[in-house]
């Protein structure tokens, strides 16, 4: 799966979610670049991802995801996609 | 020796920082220490009274609820200030749809004013099933009978919970987490996502006397007990599926001067959002 893929795949889940069709994710967004995001508010993202992807993150992993390209890396480094 | 000095104290966070703030004066000579509350993300009209606040104390005690560089105030905390962290409590298993998960309910937040803070806990299933069953009493049975195409399970969450929970005693070096797991089965320990009961805050209390390594006795749980005034109702199929024992479909949660059930509170929230 490339980093293109990814990208799209979280931006479904995101706008799913966050209940936001124009949601239009980059690399470089932070939390607060997200409309409607927070960073308490990870439960469903998170457990969104692990299905999609099959993975399973730790809390240490997830208290550390600051930007859309922290869970790129993240969710690639877990499923070991290809970059 | 210097004429004495009281020791200025800091809390800022949520409510939570606000309950804890009231219940450590109360419990800590005044001859000895001032303390103060300011919210977290401080309204821009009060940015510079806080900020004179903040610029004078000698301990701030921050709740772990943003990262500190995130903090309007940053710039005025004076390098000399001690910056001590506590836990910011919330428990999303009794409430796993809850807006506050993530899972959002744009068209209902769109119908608030978010300065009157009408509902403060919006549902992000009742918000996807409102498009799926426009007709209301169609979309309280598919709620009530949880038949709602992919809908989290409840045991899911609670997973994801438990492994934050005993992340959270790891960082912090005590077990709140492990109270909170052991006991949520029996005792109402929160009364919403984000509102804890007395007795968790008054851990939270000691671990902050700890930190300021002070021997203080135990604040009473009810001193802390502020924030049962805002009650959600659990859905009986979420308390079925993780066995909390308090609540079934005839509990009767407080909401402001009134009292609520899941019912009740689950068919207004249809009538007013539509």
């Known amino acids: 799966m490339t980093q293109a893929e990814i990208l799209a795949i979280l931006t479904d889940l995101f706008r799913e979610i966050l209940d936001n069709p124009l949601i239009e994710l980059k690399p470089t967004d932070t939390d607060s670049d997200i409309p409607g995001f927070d960073s308490a508010k990870k439960v469903h993202l998170v457990l969104s991802v692990e299905d999609r992807f099959g993975i399973q993150l730790r809390s240490r992993e997830i208290d550390g995801l600051r930007s859309v390209a922290d869970w790129m890396h993240l969710i690639r480094v877990r499923s070991g996609a290809a970059a | 020796m210097g004429p004495h000095r009281r020791l200025t104290i800091g809390f800022v966070g949520n409510c939570q920082a606000e309950v804890l703030q009231r219940a450590f004066a109360k419990a800590a000579p005044a001859s ?45 905390v004076p390098a000399s200030t001690k910056i001590l962290t506590f836990p910011f409590l919330r428990f999303a298993s009794p409430w796993p749809y809850h807006d506050f998960n993530g899972l959002r309910d744009s068209a209902a937040r769109a119908k608030d004013d978010p300065s009157l803070h009408t509902t403060t806990y919006y549902d992000g299933v009742l918000g996807r099933l409102r498009r799926q069953l ?62 804890p009961c007395g007795s968790l805050l008054s851990l939270i209390l000691d671990h902050i006397f700890a930190a300021l390594e002070l021997k203080l006795p135990s604040a009473p749980s009810e001193d802390l007990d502020e924030l049962g005034t805002i009650q959600v109702p659990v859905h009986p199929f979420v308390a079925e599926r993780l066995s909390i024992e308090w609540a079934d479909e005839a509990r009767r949660y407080r909401n402001g001067d009134q009292e609520t059930t899941w019912e009740k509170f689950v068919r207004a929230y249809i009538a007013r959002y539509g």
């Open chain 2, 134 to 195: 426009p007709e209301p009493e169609a979309r309280f049975a598919a709620y009530k009978a949880h038949n709602v195409p992919s809908m989290i399970d409840p045991v899911r969450v609670h997973d994801f919970e438990t492994r934050r929970l005993q992340a959270l005693d790891e960082r912090f070096g005590f077990a709140i987490g492990r109270v909170i797991l052991d006991g949520f089965r029996r005792d109402q320990l929160f009364y919403t996502v984000n509102r």
């Open chain 2, 32 to 76: 000895e220490f001032m303390t103060f509350y300011h919210f977290f993300d401080v309204a821009q009209e009060r940015r510079a009274s806080a900020g004179a606040d903040i610029a004078k104390c000698d301990v701030l005690m921050m709740q772990d609820i943003q990262d500190l560089e995130a903090y309007p105030l940053r710039d005025a």
